[in-house]
């Protein structure tokens, strides 16, 4: 799931893998929310990988949530393998654009 909402800090990206969306994860002191409202909504498209990573380049900062998406950012160089967390069975990252 993709969507994609202008902030006055530029263009945010959320990305989720459909079956993550509606969970909650957590890891020690860490949990991570993957709503409805965030990450879903009627604004909210399926995305395949190439439509992912379009979607990164398009955006000033993103939020992506599962191992679907995130390995889709890793292999296509967007996201830094070393900066991914773990959370729980999920993973998750973050892009900010400088």
Do not use: K
Request: glycine share 10%; with cysteine.
């Amino acid at each position: 799931m993709l969507t994609r909402r202008e902030t006055p800090e530029g263009t945010l990206v959320a990305v989720c893998d459909a079956d993550v969306l509606g969970e909650t994860f957590e890891d020690d002191d860490v949990s991570l929310e993957v709503t409805e409202e965030f990450y879903g909504g009627d604004e909210a498209e399926p995305a395949d990988a190439d439509a992912v990573v379009e979607g990164l380049y398009d955006a000033d900062t993103a939020n992506l949530v599962g191992e679907g998406c995130v390995g889709v950012a890793v292999d296509a160089g967007v996201i830094d393998a070393d900066r991914v967390l773990a959370v729980g069975d999920t993973l998750h990252a973050q892009l900010l654009w400088l």
